[in-house]
């Protein structure tokens, strides 16, 4: 066994692994059974698997009792193994049946438009822990179950990501979307939708528990604030609030909060009825000029073609399903509709047909952001927007780094460099500060510190160099040392403690308030699957990426696509209220747009090209350094390179 195929299955079964500990399985006399002892032995809380994490005196016991059985059973061919005795040895995955799995016979005058894609996903496991005590003391008032925390649970990994090359998680099935049965809603858990086997032991359930952290108490409860010289509020966070135990309910609660919260935003721009009375004969059918247009709002289903090139959409709502046609003939619908997803909250107006089978579509509406939207007004000085630092990749562009760091010292050479440094109050990282280990294949011969903690100690020097009136706000992303599903927690308390306390963790995503200003902070993994299925959506503009976010009003519109996505009974996904700010990293390029008074920043990278990325032709924009003036949101970009 090769040392990658050791990293690679740590990788596949969710958990990232230290080089001793790869040295260690590598060096056995069997790495194939201590590496199958270990996966099947390894502490759910475990995020990175060390030497300590090897029970190589367990690992001798078990093959002594499995060679006991294999011997007995050799000597004795009718002795049948004990149940007991089974369980001594190395234990196996367990296959569940999939109850979920729908068949549909297609309609010979639709085919389907995409491949069917399983709505599989990969849910963490919750367990208890802490997050670090900053100094900075809460404002009076604030609820103190605000401050609960929470370990890191482990990683999970999402796969074919521009930035990270990863092996699926280990899955369990939910209902498709992309093939559901007509008769049935499986997105809201009505008759003929079934519950799913998890095939890992999720712990108890912990956040419900907590009077007040449930999904209809008062978003407020999240809050943490952070006063002093440059204040922080935290206004949305999954850290300390995590409810998922992989239960099947905790889809359908997923996804009827989605459906109700983006339906409700959409419902004060249309009179929409429910899918079920379309099932009534009480208004004018026939799709002609007597018809009666009414007015729909779902859940995008499936997506479909006809023979004849028209477009259908199947809509879901808690009532029932519809079939809606758009025409080709209508150009500028079909191309709306050739940009709709899977799983996004739409609204639909057009008139139903006299068999009452289909609704031939006039109009789409999707949840946007109102005309209207004032910018918050009244703040003063900067705030420096960056991402994917990757401290710890040989690829790391430390001396551009160096450069930025003297920057924010107020250590230029040009006199307007050091006075735009006195105005800056915040500095925001949106994930992957550090490169981690095990997040692609062979990414140990791109590292130059071969230990995610020392990457994250190397970190901590770094961020230690920023002037301490600066607030430093540290989001994860996909190379961080947390769970891989999202949305993330925030860094673990063992990572946090070697930051200084200027530093403020939070979650992926996360809405926090900079004296005033509202900024939502997104990795941004969904990018890759927006670009893989918007037309017109690139890598080299990321910013119109994050704009079909804001459409949606949702950063993660398609469930169980690239994007491994933690079913909680609040969907943190969806973009309301509407910030000022949307902050984005993942795609190593930058990006700035404006769209109705808000801005819309991609802040590319500190890593120069590596070799996966030059694989799938990815040119990253290093060093740059997009820098936002919170009085009128003019932006300033920087060049460190």
Known sequence: MERSNIIRAVMEKAYQISPEAVELIYSSDTPEDLLEYVLSTVNDSVIVIGIEDID????????????????????????????????????????????????????????????????AISVPDVIPGSVRNMDYEPVPGTPPDTFKSEEVPPSYLVSNSPSAAKTAPPIFSSSSSQAINSLASSFFGQENSLPSPSNRIFREELSSSTPGSGLFSDSRNEYKSYPGRNPVT?????????????????????????????????????????????????????????????????????????????????????????????????????????????????????????????????????????????????????????????????????????????????????????????????????????????????????????NVYEQYRKAADYIREIPEHIR????????????????????????????????IFVGNPALVELDGVQILIYHGRSIDDLVASIPGVSYQEPAGAVLEMLKRRHLAPTYGSRVSISPEKKDYFIIDPVPDIIHTGHVHTLGVQRYKNVLLVNSGTWQDQTEFQKRVNLAPVPARVPIVDLENFDVKILAFD
């Open 56 to 119: 190589l005196q367990g690992f001798a016991v078990s093959r002594k009792a499995s060679k006991l059985i294999y011997t007995g059973n050799k000597e004795c061919p009718d002795f049948e193994t004990s149940s007991e005795l089974e369980l001594i040895s190395p234990s196996e995955p367990v296959t569940f049946p999939d109850p979920d799995s729908i068949i549909v016979n297609p309609d010979p005058a639709v085919e389907s438009s995409q491949n069917p894609v399983s709505d």
């Open 234 to 450: 935290v206004i949305s966070d999954i850290t300390g609030h995590s409810t998922c135990v992989g239960e099947y309910m905790q889809f359908v609660q997923y996804f009827r909060d989605r459906y109700s919260r983006l339906s409700e935003i959409i419902r004060g721009r249309i009179n929409a009825r429910p899918i079920e009375s379309l099932k009534r004969r009480n208004f004018r059918r026939g799709g002609d000029r007597n018809s009666e247009e009414i007015s729909i709002i779902g859940m995008v289903s499936d997506i479909s073609n006809t023979t004849n090139g028209h477009k259908i959409l199947s809509l879901e709502d808690p009532t029932g399903s519809f079939s809606v046609l758009i025409r080709n003939s209508d150009k500028e619908l079909f191309e709306q509709a050739s940009r709709v997803l899977l799983d996004e909250v739409i609204g639909v107006t057009g008139s139903v047909t006299n068999d009452g089978s289909l609704m031939l579509a006039t109009k789409l509406i999707q949840p946007d952001v109102p005309n209207n939207i004032q910018r918050r007004t009244g703040s003063h000085g900067k705030a420096v927007l960056i991402s994917d630092v990757h401290v710890g990749s040989s690829q790391f562009l430390e001396d551009a780094w160096l450069d930025f760091l003297d920057f924010l010292k107020g250590e230029s050479d040009l006199e307007s460099m050091r006075e735009l440094a006195a105005s800056i109050r915040y500095v925001v990282v949106a994930g992957d500060l550090v490169d981690g280990i095990g997040i692609y294949p062979d990414q140990e011969m791109e590292l130059d510190i071969l």
């Open 472 to 503: 430093v706000i540290i989001s994860p992303g996909n190379h961080d040392a947390v769970r891989q599903a999202e949305p993330q927690p925030a860094l673990p308390e063992s990572i946090q403690a070697d930051f200084p306390e200027n530093v």
